[in-house]
């Protein structure tokens, strides 16, 4: 990663700055809503022969932007602890009479040496600025108290120097440039949190043998937690002799980190995602990566265009040249990426999370892959579950889409920024990224969790829908998507070969026309709760829930089945005691109405098989409880638009209603639907497609 940001640093240099100077300033500290500069106090002086004079301090206009305002002026940061560039920057709480005494500070003879101390347009102002005694040091003092109160925050204190008629800030001096650079190597030494972290080495990127850093060379990127050494094989205070940097390396990838990582803004709030091509170790394959660079560093920061693709999909629009070299020449793939992932956690500290070895092409697939499942899977053709909106080619890498499925609702603070603590985004993003292994049963239970939080939420809010349908069906998605990858691994259900029916799909027959058949026919269609007793318990037991909910909610009933039992409480030796609870109470509003018989029949046929395969098989109920509560929660929400399509299949066809078979959402409840919220109809799972 050093490499590919010492790369990228290099092509952004060679593209443009036009001289070595450049790449050491820096206008992020100076530009933004909250650190734009205002003005600039300016020391005037001037070189008359070999004398150098005091001409006085005044308030000048900024340059146009901040990255010329920073050149010309010669401005650098250094992480707040101090400014390697004679010219400072001015706060309110730090104004010019009180910087003033850092600007003096710069001329340390320690730092600078002999050399430079010598030349004339430092050590001129040197003995001006610097005497303790003298008319013009007297002066410049008073200046600068007088022009404290005429400055308007933000501002840079800076000097010039006349020499022939012609004005030179400090960018344009090149002995205040070289002075500048031996603080930096300085300030780069003085920041190491290990003693001893430079010397004399071979730089471990460039080859060159020079003066080089390790720990001190400060790459925020690179460390774990509150820039911790994070490389516990290796003692910190050797370390930069195992990888040894030297000045100019540092210095591209802070030209890298400055004007391409920080550039982008990818993530959820409060966690950011960033985007790192790099080049595998192979002939030409650095060429290659700094030709992406200067070709589209734009559309791989994101940056703002008027063109929607671009904006959603900034990888697939970077590659675009680089693939169509790879596919129609004889050029390798040699680029990946990489994606740093910085999280802000409730304990106050910053984790780094890195995904490495992407292609692009596995991006791409995954989009592809999720559209056509949204547009051609059974389950969201017939609209038995909602239809989400496919997560952008953005929301796949910067891990967003996985983030709001596993944690958008319990990742929250209360200033609706995100954390990251104790959700595996991360990692399950990594594994859709490069094909990793996705274990059934863990993915369910973080998946239940975030299910549980949305659901207390939504009771909060005191919805006859606790349970949200969208949230649900994009979660459906994600096991379904795992699933079409080859990547999801179901252990209850299967081995760790190739007969495993984690969440796959067989035809689904929508031809049924009573509630039972529906739900056996979308059992059979999933071999994954087909081959678990325990899931096709749970997935009938909550298609039966929401049935009896959908007549409770139209009666008038302050509390239905759904919103008065906590999921957070079934397991399967709960599993026939919910169900004898939701027929007995099918069975009284079945007389009520005139109707005598057993509702449900098949759905409850169909329950008892599963029961009585889990209580007694020796494989038993084949599923963990969390996966039991899912299967509850997926039923909750399919079954009444089972019923519904068993509905119309049966008017189309003109088939009459047996008295067994839909005595609670028959025809005249259907009909009275009509007066209940839109929410409630048919159409509708009965669990919050509402959001």
Known sequence: MQAALRTIGEAIIDDEYTTEYQPYYTASPISGTNKAIESVVVLRFERIGDRMEYRGTELIDLENNPEATATRFGYVSSSGKTDN?????????????????????????????????????????????????GATHEQVKQDIDNIAQRVEYRALLTLSITENGQERYVGELTAYNEGMKRWAAEDVRTKSTAKDSYGFARCSICDTETECFGLGAKMGEQYAVKQQWPFLDVNSSEAWRNRPLCMECITAIEVASDRFLEAQDYGVPGIRCRVIPYALPMPAATDQLKALIREARFELTGGDTDNDTARQRPLSTAWENYRHAVETTDQPDVLRLAFSHIIRETTKTHGVAWIDGVSIGQVVALRTALEELYENDPVFEQGLLPKPDPPTEQQLFSGSWVFQLLAGTRGSDHRDQYIGDETPWVEYTERLLTNGPVNYSEVIAVLMREIYARYRDRLDEDTDYPYDGFHLAATYGFLRLASEQGILRDTQTGNNDTDEAAMTMTSLDSSYTSFGDGIRTFVAAHPSIENSPGRTAAFVLGAAAAQLSNWQAYRGLSRTFVQSRNVDQLTAEILTRWQTDIWEKAKIYNQQAGRYGVPWADAESLFHEAVLAGENDSNGWQATAEEIRYHYVLGVNVGPNISQRAQENRDDQTIPET???????????????????????PGHPATGAEQ
């Not at 710069?106 to 102002?125: K, M, Q």
């Open 85 to 133: 560039s004679v010219t400072k920057r001015l706060t309110q709480n730090n104004p010019v009479d009180e910087r003033y005494s850092a600007l003096l500070e710069w001329f340390d003879e320690d730092v600078l040496g002999d050399e430079l101390l010598s030349d004339p347009d430092i050590a001129g102002v040197r003995s001006i600025l610097c005497e303790p005694i």
């Open 659 to 681: 008295e067994d078979e839909e005595p609670v959402s028959g025809p005249a409840i259907e009909d009275e639907r009509s007066e209940m919220n839109e929410d409630s109809e």
